[in-house]
């Protein structure tokens, strides 16, 4: 069995990560970089494709960009002044290089390539439409979809054929595009998945999180708006806005887990947010304690806000070692279990005897909880209370994140007074989603919600054409204690 972070198993798994340039030589090279930085975002493949202005060009593989798009004759074989990439999580489709993205066709118009962040929630009943007329599909993924109503539109223009084509789906997209027309970047109308924009020297560029263009040196200019196209060639930058408009609903976890904490998110601090998130925590649920102690690495900035507004000491009670493989092998359940010890360890000399916060950013399955919270009372802890960034994850995530179903989902089968006796805290509190809004710096607004918090809410911004399953929105307590 292959394995990554055993903390990190028991998350939401972040989609996806994009990446574009145009109009820079060696395209690939800064989509390679850029996407380096978006790792975090899926590591189960990548690919980038280039277009030199006659050919297209494309590298995909399974695995991380490094070690795949760090060889000269990958890179040399990439070449081109405009690019696209992509890092990749499986949320629909199976794992597999069919499946990972940039997806490429020859259509009647020229080549098309697309990378989509997120997941399209029609894609099923679209892809049985499409082959009732004949499609012949070379992947399962939703983004193939897309190729198709593109290449079965009736319009004339790259930029036309792409509008046609998603006024038929629904769900959550942020997609780069690559004709010989130019380069394309587009995101729904609702703003689910982000996209920023950014400029380097002549070349505009367009990837997930502002922290991909600050390892390539570029200026953020701005978000590109929901519901907006932006279409960049040798004629300039122009903007389309062919979607009627709605209010906006930019998914809520990007803050919560998903963007790294040096991005900024819908013009704010993915840092601040998070040591906010952390202070209201501390509002809310307070507790005496000696020391808080973060669950390396999400937790840190939420512990650090945790800390400040509590005044209880911030320590690092778990430390993470930086050198266990990705590709650790763990032939038993026993040696699996020690897989926790070996990328995370208690410190023991600081905890013995001492009254702990820990904060996590979320409980999904819980088995991760129940592993720290005995990991701190073998070390001799005293008092272990668990504080969660994030209200109680009680629904699946239908647009592009990949959630357990609902019947794994902790929350969703039990009160918190459950869920901590399970995990065997002295006490459990999740942040409200009232509270989440404030470290947002807003209010909720129940009627019209300013962001997509589904997950915690039942409150899903769309149709969700291709799953049946019934959610409802939850009312139970947010805090127990022994
Ligand atoms: Fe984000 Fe949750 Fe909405 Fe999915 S359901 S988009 S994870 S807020």
Not at 10 to 34: H, M, P, Q, T, Y
Not at 171 to 177: D, H, N, Q
Not at 376 to 400: K, N, Q, W
Request: proline residues 5%; aromatic residues 6%.
């Amino acid at each position: 069995m292959l394995t990554t972070n055993p903390f990190d198993d028991d998350k939401l798994r972040e989609e996806c990560g994009i990446f574009g340039i145009w109009g820079a030589d060696n395209a690939a090279s800064f989509v390679a970089l850029g996407l380096h930085a978006l790792q975090h975002r899926g590591q189960e493949g990548a690919g980038v494709t280039s277009f030199d202005g006659a050919h297209f060009h494309s590298h995909r593989a399974m695995g991380h960009i490094a070690g795949n798009f760090d060889r000269d004759e990958v890179m040399r074989a990439l070449p081109g002044r405009t690019a696209i990439g992509h890092v990749r999580y499986s949320t629909t489709g199976e794992s597999g290089l069919r499946n990972v993205q940039p997806l490429f066709a020859e259509l009647a118009e020229g080549g098309f390539a697309v990378a989509q962040n997120g997941n399209l929630s029609n894609a099923m009943k679209l892809r049985r439409t499409l082959n009732r007329r004949g499609s012949i599909f070379q992947s399962t993924s939703d983004t193939e979809v897309i190729i198709h109503l593109v290449a079965t539109s009736n319009h004339t223009t790259s930029l036309d054929r792409l509008t046609d084509a998603l006024k038929q789906v629904e769900g959550a997209y942020s997609l780069l595009v690559l004709t010989p027309d130019g380069l394309i970047a587009c995101r729904d109308p609702l703003g689910i998945r982000p996209l920023v924009m950014g400029k380097l020297g002549e070349a505009t560029i367009f990837a997930s999180e502002t922290v991909a263009l600050d390892v390539i040196g570029a200026t953020f200019l701005r978000d590109v708006e929901p519901g907006e196209l932006v279409l960049v060639n040798g004629s300039g930058i122009r903007s389309f806005r062919p979607f009627a408009k709605v209010e906006p609903r930019p998914c809520v976890f990007e803050h919560v887990y998903f963007s790294r904490p040096d991005s900024v998110a819908d013009g704010k601090s993915v840092y601040e947010v998070r040591k906010n998130i952390g202070a209201e925590l501390s509002r809310e649920a307070p507790v005496e304690a000696d020391y808080v102690v973060p669950v390396p690495d999400s937790g840190v900035p939420a512990a650090i806000g945790f800390s400040q507004a509590s005044g209880i000491p911030f320590e690092l009670g778990i430390i993470r070692s930086h050198y266990v493989g990705r590709t650790f092998i763990q032939p038993s359940q026993e040696v699996r279990n020690l897989g926790v010890k070996l990328k995370h360890n208690a410190n023991s000399a600081l905890v013995h005897g001492k009254r702990i916060v820990l904060i996590d950013d979320s409980i999904v399955r819980g088995t991760t909880s129940v592993k720290i919270v005995q990991m701190m009372r073998d070390a001799g802890a005293r008092e272990v209370h668990l504080r969660i960034a994030s209200p109680p994850t009680r629904h699946s995530c239908f647009y592009g994140v990949d959630t357990p179903e609902r019947a794994k989902l902790l929350a969703a089968q039990m009160s918190v007074e459950a869920m901590r006796d399970y995990i065997n805290a002295d006490s459990l509190a999740f942040i409200s989603i009232e509270g989440l809004y404030r470290a947002l710096g807003s209010e909720r607004n129940d009627q019209q919600p300013q962001r997509c918090d589904a997950c915690f809410t039942g409150d899903y911004p769309t149709s969700l054409t291709d799953f049946t399953e019934k959610e409802s929105a939850g009312s139970l307590s947010l805090v127990a204690s022994r």
